[in-house]
Structures are given as structure tokens and as C-alpha cells.
């Protein structure tokens, strides 16, 4: 009987160890301990960053040690950093409860006798505190989804059809929450209103400075969609938040399809680039600073005009400046290099993407993304009727 359960034991064992180590790799293990290491030893000492730190290997190690446990200390609520101490306290008494140090002329011996109460104690009590902190983790990571949910509906689920006219999209977020912002919409008298936008930062901040640009950029194009106007309302809206950090890159038009004009403003954000039809690139746009820095700024409207078979990209620094593992980030010139054969939106949209993929590879995003390609179309040539 024995004989016959050990293999289903065993097979048990085997599936919980598959189910519990799913998704685990050598990097995601190396990242925990190089990348993830550091950037939680940054987060914790951040509050001491400007203390002068020892030269000396030993002194440096004790310094940092000192400011890593001060940083995770003074992160917890009081009564969890009681308990956070009263663990490490339990820890060391049951380290040296029975510690016995014996000295001679000739050697010096050191017995440690590990007392299984106070080592059980502190084990139990640092794992309720995990357990605490796990459980705000999840409320957190349930209210961000929430927030998710309701950011989402504010970005177009599908681009409005334009006649004369194709494009393709994308939209990647760093966190649960992005703070890039792009709508096409269409106005009363035939034209379509364009924007792309990057609001400072990523998470939850940069998504509050998008929601309200996006509600005051709706009502600015109802009261009216000229560049000069929307752009100057966007801006006080942006100010009036209050916080130096607040503020967006934006780029907006408004674009006239049956005549490929396009009137638009740049602040701050990456110039889009425009594919003339013989394979000449432009830059749209020019020096200027983001919405919100000022209370108000020099806005002048620019114009282009889009013959058929041009092709527009508009994208967020979260594209240029996305890096690999060694640093090396994507880069602007090669977007640029990607738009040399030009193609129809969504195949130019698709080679943009699986470059920065391949470029990227298992690294994580650290800003949000979003890339916008659009092309007009040549004109249908009219059957003859015969």
C-alpha cells in the first residue's frame, strides 16, 4: 500500500513545485537579486540620500545597513514597526540565549545554542507582518485595477473611420496606471481633432494629470477646437493643479481629410514625423516647453499639408527611450530609420514594434507608451462606365 501511494505523493509534490515556480526563469532570478535589489535599496534610503557615505568597505557596509533598516522601519505603520523590532529582538534572543564564550590563552571558543521558542516566535511574528503587508498590497493592486478599468474607457477602443485615410495604434502602460493620453476625434464640421499627449511621471500621479487633461481637452474642443485655444485652456487646467510635477508634453491638431491640412501645436512633446510620399522625413513641430510649466506660454499654431501616400508618426518618449538590458535606449533616429520604406500604417506600425520588442526583450517598460501612425490614402481611380 505504501508502494502504490508514493508515486501519486510524488506526482503531487511534483505538480505543486510546476504550479508554484510557473513563469519563474534564471533572469527573473538574477533580476531579484541584481536590478530589483537596488532599486528596493533605493526606494528604502531615498528620505537619507544626501548623508555622506564612508569610503571604507566595512564602515560603507555598516552605513548602508543602518540606512536600509531605518528606510524599512520608518515605511511601516508604527505598530507594525513594533512588531517589525520585537521580531528581530525575539530573533537575537533566541540566538544568543544560550550563547556560551570561552576564553583561554590559546583559543577562544564560541557555542551558540538556538532556543527553537524565541526562534519560532520571531519567525510567526515576521510572518504575520509579511502577511499585513501582502494583504494592503492586494487592496492596492484591486484599487489600481479599478483605476485601470476606468482609465482604459478614456482611450479610444477603435480609431473613428476617416474617409481618405488609414491608421493603426498601440498603447502600452509602465504601471497599472499610464499617464500617455491619444484620441481622434471627429468634429461637427468634418474635421478631426488629433492629440497625443505624455503627462510627468507614471502610475497613479501621471494617470490623475491625464483624466483631467482629457476632460478639459473634450470641453475646450467644444468651445473651440483651434489649436491656440485648446492648447491655452489645457494649459491653465494643468496649472492650476498646483504641483511643480504636474505637467504634460502634448502634441494636438486639427485636421482637415478631404484637404490633408493639418494646423497643429507642439508642447514639449516629441516632434512626429511625417513621411513625404518620395521618402523625404520632416519633423513636426518646434522647440517649446510642456503644458503646465508656466501659468501661461507662448502658443503659435504651425501648419503642414499631407498629400496622398504620406505618412504621419506620433509617438511618446516611452518609445525613443525605452533601453535593453545593457542601457542602450531604442533611440529617435531609429524611428526614423524605420519610416525610410514607408508601407501602409499598419504594417510601418507593426515593424516599429517588434524592433523595439526585439530591442527590448525581457525588459520591463519604464515609462508608458503609444504610437500613432496614419496615412492618406491615394485617391480610387474612377471606373470607366462602358
Known amino acids: 500500500m505504501a508502494r502504490a501511494r508514493s508515486p501519486k505523493l510524488f506526482d503531487r509534490l511534483e505538480k505543486f513545485f510546476r504550479d508554484y515556480t510557473a513563469g519563474m526563469n534564471s533572469r527573473d532570478l538574477q533580476r531579484l537579486f541584481q536590478r530589483d535589489a537596488a532599486n528596493a535599496y533605493a526606494v528604502l534610503t531615498r528620505d537619507h540620500a544626501q548623508e555622506p557615505e564612508p569610503r571604507k568597505g566595512l564602515r560603507r557596509w555598516l552605513h548602508r545597513t543602518r540606512l536600509a533598516f531605518l528606510g524599512l522601519s520608518y515605511k511601516l505603520s508604527p505598530a507594525r514597526r513594533l512588531l517589525f523590532v520585537l521580531a528581530l529582538l525575539f530573533l537575537l534572543i533566541g540566538l544568543t540565549r544560550d550563547l556560551e564564550v570561552v576564553v583561554s590563552t590559546d583559543k577562544i571558543r564560541i557555542l551558540i545554542d538556538f532556543s527553537p521558542f524565541w526562534f519560532v516566535l520571531s519567525f510567526l511574528a515576521l510572518t504575520y507582518l509579511l502577511a499585513l503587508e501582502l494583504v494592503d498590497r492586494v487592496r492596492v493592486r484591486d484599487e489600481l485595477e479599478v483605476a485601470r478599468e476606468l482609465q482604459a474607457a478614456l482611450l479610444p477602443q477603435e480609431m473613428p473611420v476617416i474617409p481618405g485615410w488609414s491608421s493603426a495604434h498601440s498603447y502600452r502602460t509602465a504601471n497599472e496606471v499610464g499617464g500617455d493620453y491619444y484620441d481622434l476625434m471627429p468634429l461637427p464640421d468634418g474635421r478631426v481633432a488629433l492629440i497625443v499627449g505624455d503627462a510627468s511621471g507614471h502610475g497613479m500621479a501621471a494617470g490623475l494629470v491625464m483624466a483631467i487633461a482629457n476632460t478639459t481637452l473634450k470641453t475646450a474642443i467644444d468651445l473651440d477646437p483651434a489649436p491656440e485655444k485648446v492648447m491655452a485652456l489645457l494649459n491653465r487646467a494643468i496649472w492650476r493643479i498646483g504641483t511643480r510635477r504636474a505637467f504634460m508634453s502634448v502634441f494636438y491638431a486639427v485636421l482637415d481629410p478631404a484637404a490633408g491640412t493639418l494646423e497643429y501645436l507642439c508642447a514639449g512633446h516629441p516632434f512626429p514625423l511625417l513621411r513625404r510620399e518620395d521618402g523625404r522625413i520632416e519633423e513636426l513641430g518646434r522647440g517649446g ?51 525610410q520604406h514607408g508601407g501602409a500604417p499598419w504594417a510601418v506600425h507593426d515593424l516599429i514594434l517588434s524592433t523595439f520588442d526585439h530591442h527590448t526583450r525581457d525588459e520591463p517598460l519604464r515609462d508608458d507608451l503609444t504610437l500613432l501612425v496614419m496615412s492618406r490614402l491615394p485617391p480610387v481611380p474612377l471606373t470607366p462606365v462602358s
Open 289 to 339: 516647453l510642456p503644458l503646465g510649466i508656466r501659468e501661461t506660454l507662448p502658443l503659435e499654431a504651425q501648419r503642414a499639408e499631407l498629400q496622398p501616400g504620406d505618412l504621419l508618426v506620433l509617438y511618446t518618449d516611452g518609445l525613443a527611450e525605452a533601453v535593453d538590458g545593457a542601457g542602450q535606449a531604442f533611440g529617435y533616429d531609429r524611428i526614423a530609420e524605420l519610416l
